[in-house]
């Protein structure tokens, strides 16, 4: 009896060390491009159906073709949907039939998180922000590839803006410094990190600011905070952290001046300070 409890014992060692070699390996991996999914039709009894979008890889946009991805939602017309790509090492590993790999994850706000792999082991995380939509896959799955014939459109150096401005409340819950899963300010930190590792650069500023309501001291702490949890998911999307500041300045420079009337937290003037909660990226020296 003591051997046999021992060999389980062994048994369930190794699968946990597996799966913390697992885990450990799902956090170091990067996306590697994004997937932007726009064009379709309605059909009735389908709902609305994909069938065209871009794929954005190492600084270049190519045309996809989309079959079998759909949404049972009769009432919507036109939807852009969005998804971090991982595992592309090579263009050509794109193409092929993704298969639905886990069940949908209902993010906070409502929307859904669907992941899809095809035989090459290039995964895609598909988000859709919109509440109670759902991501439908044909039953023989999801057929992507790349038009290959269509003119390549080519993301120029120049294309990294030098100053991009996220919308705090967008990123974060109020007066909280974790990111939000599925914004649209999310997506566009995604894009930035594709960018910026298509791209020489010499430093990229983040700049965290906060509305003027609670204490000086802790608007600075909040900002930096914010400042450096946006620094950690660049750097956890492959940019490299020694060419990262961070600076949190509190309520200073603030956008909205003296509109907001009050001192009081209500509702009116939290949502009125709305512009002064910010997150700026600054990105000086490309080249």
């Known amino acids: 009896m003591k051997m046999i409890i021992k060999q389980i014992m062994g048994i369930m060692s190794v699968a946990a060390l597996?799966?913390?070699?697992?885990?450990?390996?799902?956090?170091?991996?990067?996306?590697?491009?994004?997937?932007?999914?726009?064009s379709g039709s309605v059909a009735a009894g389908i709902g609305f159906t994909w069938g065209s979008g871009t794929l954005t890889y190492r600084g270049k946009i190519y045309p996809i073709d989309v079959k079998g991805l759909s949404?049972?939602?009769?009432?919507?017309?036109?939807?852009?949907t969005t998804g971090k790509v991982y595992n592309l090492k090579n263009l050509d590993d794109f193409d092929g039939n993704y298969m639905a790999v886990e069940a949908g994850v209902t993010l906070g706000g409502g929307g859904v998180?669907?992941?899809?792999?095809?035989?090459?082991?290039v995964r895609i995380n598909l988000v859709s922000t919109t509440q109670g939509v759902e991501f439908t896959l044909g039953t023989s799955g999801v057929h992507m590839k790349i038009?290959?014939?269509?003119?390549?459109?080519?993301?120029?150096?120049?294309?990294?803006?030098?100053?991009?401005?996220?919308?705090?409340?967008?990123?974060?819950?109020?007066?909280k410094a974790i990111l939000k899963h599925g914004s649209?300010?999310?997506?566009?930190?995604?894009?930035?990190?594709i960018r910026l590792k298509t791209l020489t650069f010499d430093t990229v500023n983040v700049i965290?600011?906060?509305?003027?309501?609670?204490?000086?001291?802790?608007?600075?702490s909040l900002s930096l905070q914010r400042a450096e949890t946006v620094k950690s998911y660049l750097v956890t999307q492959g940019v490299d952290s020694g060419k990262i500041?961070?600076?949190?300045?509190g309520s200073a420079d603030s956008i909205t001046g003296?509109?907001?009337?009050?001192?009081?937290?209500?509702?009116?003037?939290?949502?009125?300070?709305?512009?002064d909660r910010r997150v700026i990226v600054e990105v000086d020296g490309t080249r």
Do not use: W
């Not at 509109?259 to 949502?271: D, F, I, P, Q, S």
């Open 71 to 80: 949404i049972a939602d009769v009432g919507i017309s036109e939807l852009e």
């Open 18 to 38: 597996s799966l913390g070699l697992a885990v450990a390996h799902a956090q170091e991996e990067t996306q590697d491009a994004t997937l932007t999914l726009s």
């Open 147 to 175: 038009k290959q014939s269509e003119v390549v459109a080519v993301v120029p150096s120049s294309s990294a803006p030098s100053k991009m401005h996220f919308s705090a409340d967008e990123l974060f819950d109020f007066d």
């Open 184 to 193: 649209r300010s999310r997506d566009q930190l995604d894009e930035l990190a």
């Open 113 to 121: 998180v669907s992941t899809m792999k095809n035989q090459n082991g």
């Open 208 to 220: 965290g600011y906060t509305d003027r309501l609670g204490s000086e001291a802790h608007n600075n």
């Open 258 to 275: 003296n509109k907001c009337k009050g001192h009081e937290k209500t509702k009116a003037l939290v949502a009125c300070l709305q512009p």
């Open 245 to 249: 500041r961070t600076v949190g300045k």
